[in-house]
């Protein structure tokens, strides 16, 4: 089985389609913002405030770095933001197949209603206000997720097994 690479926004579901993806493919997990936060012993909302976005930014390419020079193995869960550094795209594609996962701003407003820890989407009051900061966002990031993708996959109202499967029967197809 070859090395899957989920990209896209907060809210699309990488994390838990990857732990999926583990349990059917026996592959491991590699969480971007979770070895950071590991390595920096910080979370990321920490290391926003103390450090700012470009220094995070920098520690996920230096990080997308290593994981080629090291040859990693498995499932890549990549931060909402990886892919927008051109640098990073190329590190991407060259760690494993990129999967883009999709979702509407109204459905990812819903899913991250109750999370605190995406330092991008704080302060955003109420949930109109919230489905257009990401609306806005995904526009600006959309070319970057294009440029990074293989394959792109729809989430709304898929459960995480259903978006498993359908990467893992994209790889058998
Ligand atoms: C970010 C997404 C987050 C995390 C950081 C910035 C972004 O990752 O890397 O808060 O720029 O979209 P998740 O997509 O895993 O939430």
């Avoid at 059917?24 to 971007?32: E, I």
């Avoid at 990812?108 to 609306?135: M, N």
């Avoid at 990074?148 to 978006?163: F, H, K, Y």
């Amino acid at each position: 089985m070859e090395n899957i690479v989920l990209i896209g926004y907060m809210g699309c579901g990488k994390s838990s389609t990857a732990s999926a993806l583990s349990k059917k493919s026996g592959l491991s997990v590699l969480d971007t913002d979770a070895a950071i936060a590991a390595h920096m012993g910080m979370s990321i909302t920490d290391i926003f405030e103390r450090y700012g976005e470009e220094r995070f930014r920098s520690e996920e390419t230096e990080l997308l770095k290593r994981l080629v020079r090291e040859g990693f193995r498995g499932i890549l869960s990549a931060g909402g933001g990886t892919p927008l550094r051109e640098e990073n795209r190329g590190l991407l594609r060259q760690l494993g197949t990129v999967v883009w996962l999709t979702a509407e701003p109204a459905t990812i407003a819903d899913r991250l209603k109750y999370d605190s820890s995406r330092p991008l989407l704080a302060g955003a009051s109420g949930r109109e206000e919230r489905i257009s900061r990401i609306r806005n966002m995904l526009d600006q990031r959309e070319a970057a997720y294009a440029a990074a993708a293989m394959r792109r996959i729809a989430t709304d109202g898929l459960d995480v097994n259903a978006v498993a499967e359908q990467i893992l029967g994209s790889f058998s197809a």
